[in-house]
């Protein structure tokens, strides 16, 4: 589903991010470890079609509108949780209808459901989070890239997530997260690429 | 200052018993300023958020062009129009000299440059992530558009009320191409220079009176949203 060769990425003069061989099968769970700055977020923005400027390969079988990614520190928009959940479900061209009954699952799925009304100025860092979240996994869209989801959560809301990351099954999801922190807590299913620096 | 007393007595009177060359004038600034900011936004809504987003060729100058447009005078707006409206002008066959409409196409060129200059502002200060997280989950342009107008949207409106504000109280371009006539093209700003001039001290301060409860109405929702903007 993905196939990645030789990529390089460079921004003022120096390499930020280096990967010489990754393969991610379809439905695969991957999780991509590496110490602070060593270019985890550069690489799920370069498969996100977000960054542009790179060298070598990156071949991905899926449409750029199937590519979902969530930001280190997520960006959720002016208005409700339940806005903003169904937002992703919208520009697929759900009804209304089904719209809302996704988006109450998957914010229930995170453990948010009791949000869905709040108006998102007014949820705490990890709430955030796990709202934006709920908003990508409820596309269900064929490839996830999740940066960090686990920063700001609480064991309750890691759990959450591993659950609600489990339950979509139809996707293919990678997510980062820096070394030692993530090892700890990286369900089995999950295969690791540790990337490393320079 | 007494002058000033016996003009604002008299003031009092006029608004207590309202004059109908009075109320057709205050009704006839307000429609005229409200179509032409509603036309400027039409058009500088867009303009202005494609020129944050879409990169071109001379974009800046474009930019600068618009900003450089927020500070002509109304008199040279007014003189321009006149210019074009006149018989021996462009649109002289459509005569619309010294009607409302022309005062609307000038007021329209006064407020276009601030509503496009101030949403290419707010649309192009927005978080990069806004763009990202739109397209990220699968909107289309349209969507990625709105959704861009949407997070701007107390800027904007800002926008919007600055420019009506600025319209209502406009006197060069409603004199210039207005005309000033009784029942047709008189507004509160030209009738307020007629009838002081003209020594009618209390009606003028009438007209002002309404003017500056106009000139209020519209600066107390830009105070609150400015304090709105500040806080999100």
Redesign the interface.
Known sequence: MLQIRNLKVDKAGKTICRVDKLDIQRGERLAVIGANGCGKTTLLRVV?G?ENEFSGLCQADVP??????V?QS??L??GTVLQNVT??L???GMSRRDQRSAAHRWLDELGVGHLAARQC?TLSGGEQRRVALA??LA?E?DLLLLDEPLADLDCEGMEFVWRAIAAVAGSTVVVSSPVPLVEEVLPATLRTYRLECG | MQFFWDGLIGAAELLAEPDPLVLGAAWRSLWISTLAVCLAATIGIPVGSLLAQKKFVGRWAVVVLFRAGMSLPTVLIGLLCYGVFSRQGPLGGFDLLYTPWAIVIGEFCLALPIIVTWTHSAVSGL?P??A?????????WL?RWR?SL??A?LAITLALLTAFARCIAELGIAMMVGGNIKHQTRTLTTATALETARGEFDRGVAMSLILLVLAVIVTVPIAWLGRQQQE?
């Open positions: 996100g977000l750029l509108g199937d590519r979902v990614y930001h997520p960006y928009f002016r937002y992703g919208a520009a697929r100025a908003r990508a596309t869209a | 978080d992530r806004v990202e997280t739109a397209r990220t989950l699968g909107a289309g969507r959704t949407s997070e949207r999100t």
